[in-house]
């Protein structure tokens, strides 16, 4: 078998989709079977996966902490459209102090960007899979 | 290496159609050979004359004018769906090509995404 790279994108929001969850089984199992990740990149709703504010009741699952220790984990860049993080209420410092906003949440490893390291993948990695929500 | 964008959601009402135009936007930016497909409710993007001031909301009339400015290759509308949301050539916005058979348009890319 030929290892492959791959790009991951979740557009769908934990809690209200089953999105993060299963690209989260699928990424486990990539890089079990050898494959590569290249970057995660979470659009649409699905930014509120880098929320570090997410307190679900202590017998659920907490998706954004269980993303956050899989990227650390394996060193996998993981990336929240800027746009989409915006609109959603998902700041980093940076963005607090451009928008003079109380407070910021977003949750390490995941970082802030452009819709380039999208473009990126695209064109980089050996296959973008995409993970929606049921909008 | 070219790519096609998929809108299958109603352009007010969820943010997805939207955001499936930025995807397309970037990677024109970057140089990539882009497509958008609109289908299903996608199609009423296309409708003329939309007036969605009411709901406090812009007009994607306007973003999408802007696509192949942006470089957008083509702005394709599955015909069915037209149709069967009432929307003749002479509704639609200009600069639309009809597709019959979106198996073929499909084919035609090599990246087929969808925006959520």
Redesign the interface.
Known sequence: MTPLSYTL?I??APWSSQAPQSALAFARELLVAGHRIDRVFL????VLLASALATPPSDEVNWPKQWAGFLADNAIPATVCI??AL?RGIIDDTEQARYELPGNNLLEPFGIA???E??EG??KSDR?I?F??S? | MSTLIIVDQPPYGTWAGREALDMVFSLAAFDQPAALLFTGAGVNWLRKQQAPDAIGQKSVEKNLSAAPMFGVEEILADTASCERFGLGPEQLVSGVTLAENLQDVMNAHSNVAFAG
Not at chain 1, 43 to 46: H, K, Q, R, S, T
């Open positions: 994108v557009t769908g659009y649409g709703e699905g746009a989409s609109r452009g819709l380039g999208w473009v695209n064109v973008v995409y929606h929500g909008n």
